[in-house]
Structure formats: C-alpha cells, structure tokens
C-alpha cells in the first residue's frame, strides 16, 4: 500500500501517460490554464502528485507550521514526523499555527508573475485553523484576484477538494468555477476516524475538557468526524478493537450507499502503518467494487492534534476521471 509520497496508481499512470504525449486519438485540443491553485499542507497531498503541477506554478502547497518544545518546524520542509512522535510519548509540547499572510502574499504574486488571471485559494476548515482567514488578509494585499475557499474539511478530504480545483482550472475555468469545483468536491467527502485518547484534542482546544476527561476516566474509544468543520462524536466505544471494527462499518455503509465507481478512498495514520494498511485491506475486500484506498501518514500538522494511533478514513466521490490534467499555461 502506497504511502504519502505516491498518488494512486491511476492517478500516476495517467500523469505519466500525459507527460510522454500519449493522448486518446482524437482528443480535443488542451484548454489555457488561467486560474492558479494554493492549498496549505493539511490537505495531506501526495508529493509525487503535487510534484506534477507544481512546477509550472498551477498549485502551490503553503506549509504549516508546527512547534515543538521551543523548535518550529514546517511541514513539507522538514522529516519531522518522529520528532512528532517521541514529543507526544514524551509529554513535550505539540503545537501548530496557521501560515502567515506574507507566505499567502507571496505565493499569489509568484501566480500573477507567472501570467496567471487569478488564484482559487483552498484551505483546511476554518473552524480548525485560522490558516483562511491569513489567506483573505494576503488577498486584500495583491493585484491579482484570489477567491479563497473554506473547505470545512481536513486532510485528503480537503486535498480531494485541491484535486478538483485543479481539474477545473485545467479544463479552462475561471476562478468562479474553479472555486465552485472545490466547494462542491468537499461537500461530498466525508472524514471519519478514531483516536486512541482524547488527550491531545483537549490541548489543542478541539474538544472540551469535560469530555476529554469523561472519556478517560471511562476508558472510552471514540468514534468521531469532521461536519460542518466541526470535529463531532459519532459514537463512544468501550474497546480499541471494537472502535476500529465501528470505523471499518461506517466507512463501508457510506462507501456503499455511492456509485462505486466514482467512490475515493483514503486512510490516514500516524505511528500505526500497519493497522493502517489492514484496515485499508479490509476495506478492499468490503467494497471489492471500489477503488482501492491510499493509505499515508497525517500530516504534521493534524498529527499533533489526533496523537499517535490516530485512524482516519476519508470517503469522497469524484463526479469523474481525476486522472486527466489537460491545460496549457496562459501567457
């Protein structure tokens, strides 16, 4: 099972495939890129798929800063996942914050100085990070139009979002419609996943003290998911075992109730590949109709809020192929 730093196997095939020229006969002739994409590094991308695009500046994945103890570090920028990992077995302060608007700034200039018209801005949800609100602040500071996008989800449910951001702006949309096909995108993703405490969610004010604490005097396994922006309990489960066995069924009966062609999967983890990659597994075998799921590790950033032992499913449904990225740059 393939880990973050590579796409899906149809998507690379049909990246490489296009790179070498080799397009159905009869195609029709590729649209001009106009619509530049930014995302930040929540959005869980894998590097080999943004390595594709980002070189001719049609996606740009801004860093997210994490802290620990008194060193900061970015993600992308820095292998900081075992660092990550022995702060939080060891007590050591994780924390994160939002990019700042000058790194937003400068990455919209860098679109307008490449010739692009506009730039559709899509970002993890606002209810969780404050990274949105630094991109509005670096648009008001640009000449070139940014439409910025809440994408009140986290992970590869916001990077699914990024994925068809860049789909429309490689079909030619403007940035209205570019927006539009990120928003509507998440819209149709859901995140699922289990924590094996609640822990570090408190501290990082994701949930309340009260429940934090009712959960482990309790020895309760929840089931949670991210609506609305919102991280919201599904279900309270009294085993380890039984939490994973509830994520499994959910993510099937959602999975399976969409047209299983059109059904994306994702598994995230962090400090656990191998229950990770079972899971994934298991889920192949439940929707063998279904693409198989991608499973990699969190980013650092959502990491340091979910701990270690963290499982997440996300479940998106793509309204078609999201292997073709057609486009030439405008000039």
């Given at each position: ?15 490489l ?6 397009e ?51 993600e ?28 937003f700034?400068q990455?919209?200039?860098a ?28 648009a ?90 919102k ?28 047209p299983a ?40 950033v ?21 292997g073709?990225?057609p ?5």
């Open positions: 099972m393939p880990d973050r730093d590579a796409a899906w196997p149809w998507v690379r095939a049909r990246l495939a296009r790179r070498r020229g080799q159905a006969p009869g195609s029709q002739p590729a649209a001009v890129v106009r619509t530049a994409v930014v995302t930040d590094s929540a959005a869980a991308l894998p590097a080999d798929w943004t390595a594709g695009l980002s070189g001719d500046g049609r996606l740009a994945v801004i860093p997210m800063p994490v802290m620990v103890g008194d060193e900061i570090y970015g992308g920028e820095d292998d900081i996942s075992e660092t990550i990992a022995l702060a939080l077995a060891s007590g050591t302060s994780v924390k994160t914050s939002r990019p700042s608007p000058g790194q700034e990455a919209y200039r679109a307008s100085q490449r010739g692009f018209e506009a730039v559709v801005s899509v970002h993890i949800s606002g209810e969780l990070s404050g990274t949105a609100d630094a991109a509005r602040l670096a008001a500071r640009v000449g070139i139009p940014v439409e910025v996008v809440d994408s009140r989800t986290v992970g590869m449910a916001q990077g699914m979002a990024v994925q068809a951001a860049v789909r429309a702006a490689a079909d030619g949309g403007d940035a209205a419609a570019v927006a539009a096909a990120a928003a509507e995108q998440a819209a149709r993703t859901k995140v699922y996943f289990y924590v094996p405490s609640l822990e570090q969610l408190r501290r990082g004010g994701r949930i309340g003290a009260a429940a934090s604490l009712l959960g482990t005097m309790l020895a309760i396994k929840p089931i949670l998911a991210v609506e609305g922006g991280i919201v309990p599904l279900e309270k489960v009294r085993s380890a075992a039984k939490a994973v066995a509830r994520l499994e069924e959910m993510v099937a009966a959602d999975a399976g109730a969409r062609p059109a059904v994306r999967l994702a598994v995230h983890h962090f400090g656990n590949p191998e229950e990770a990659k079972s899971l994934a597994e298991r889920l192949a075998r439940a929707l063998p109709l279904c693409p198989p799921a991608q499973a990699s590790s969190l980013p650092a959502l990491a340091a809020h979910a701990g270690l032992g963290v499982l997440a499913v996300i479940v998106g449904e793509e309204p078609g192929d999201t073709t990225f486009g030439t740059l405008s000039s």
